[in-house]
């Protein structure tokens, strides 16, 4: 199977492939995860604190914060996909890997990076904000008044997770789809999943938008979900759109 064969130099492991290139690419993916979260979390942040409006009681609150994350994403992929692929997201490179659009020593490089820029941003925003006002960082957790049980979370992330890898796949990664369309797509999927994700988990779909502000504010209530849903609902995503959709193309 294309994309599925094994070998050193597919999981990245020869000189050629930790190059200058691929560093730069790292960098983007810090840079641009560093900045989603701060405007996203600083977002959350604002609206809450600053302003004292609850988003699961306050649709202009969560409009507010929907948009937010969806404009920022969209921006920063339309700014990195020519350098690092816009990933921006641990769940979009890990499935990025699985299915053989990426080697692994390189999507782990990505997947660090996107966590330290995670760690940063949210270090940003408790720099900048006041005490009183910071809260938990923006940091993700469960609404239980609205989702009943842990394991229903974990689902609603899978699914969230689901749709923004799945347009990330229709567009950026598949060699025939809209690659122009991509940060539009991409933004779009993230803005519609925090219109209904918000008042229920947080709308996470990112393990390091979640993990920064947990890290910084010591804030780690059910934060298991905003690994395992993400993780897992991009993993199937991405194979499903590539054995579905690419995979009889590449053989």
């Known amino acids: 199977m294309a994309g599925f064969e094994l070998s050193a130099g597919s999981l990245g492991l020869a000189r050629e492939d930790l190059g200058l290139r691929t560093w730069r690419a790292v960098v983007a993916e810090f840079v641009a995860t560093?900045?989603?979260?701060f405007i996203g979390a600083g977002t959350v942040v604002s609206i809450?604190?600053?302003?004292?409006?609850?988003?699961?009681?306050?649709?202009?609150?969560?409009?507010?914060i929907a948009l937010a994350h969806g404009l920022a994403?969209?921006?920063?992929?339309?700014?990195?996909?020519?350098?690092?692929?816009?990933h921006i997201n641990p769940a979009v490179s890990l499935a990025a890997v699985?299915?053989?659009?990426m080697k692994a020593a390189t999507g782990l490089l990505y997947i660090v990076a996107q966590l330290l820029g995670g760690i940063v941003g949210a270090l940003f925003i408790k720099a900048i904000m006041a005490d009183g006002i910071e809260g938990h960082l923006g940091a993700h957790s469960l609404n239980r008044a609205a989702v009943s049980g842990e394991g229903l979370g974990f689902l609603a992330?899978?699914?969230?997770?689901f749709l923004l890898v799945l347009a990330v796949f229709a567009t950026a990664m598949d060699p025939k789809g809209r690659g122009?369309?991509?940060?539009?797509?991409?933004?779009?999927?993230?803005?519609?999943?925090?219109?209904?994700?918000?008042?229920?988990?947080?709308?996470?779909?990112n393990p390091a938008r979640s993990f920064g502000?947990?890290?910084?504010?010591?804030?780690?209530?059910?934060?298991?979900?905003y690994w395992?849903?993400?993780?897992?609902?991009?993993?199937?995503?991405?194979?499903f759109y590539y054995f579905v959709y690419m995979y009889r193309r590449e053989e």
Do not use: C, K, Q
């Open 48 to 64: 809450t604190g600053a302003l004292g409006r609850v988003p699961s009681e306050d649709a202009g609150a969560l409009v507010g």
């Open 228 to 239: 395992a849903g993400p993780l897992v609902g991009g993993s199937v995503a991405g194979l």
């Open 157 to 161: 992330e899978a699914l969230f997770t």
């Open 34 to 37: 560093g900045l989603f979260v």
């Open 73 to 86: 994403i969209a921006l920063l992929v339309a700014a990195t996909a020519n350098i690092s692929g816009g």
């Open 213 to 225: 502000p947990s890290l910084v504010a010591n804030f780690w209530d059910n934060h298991w979900i």
């Open 98 to 101: 699985i299915t053989g659009r």
């Open 180 to 205: 122009y369309l991509a940060p539009m797509a991409i933004g779009f999927a993230v803005l519609v999943d925090h219109l209904i994700g918000v008042p229920l988990t947080g709308a996470s779909m």
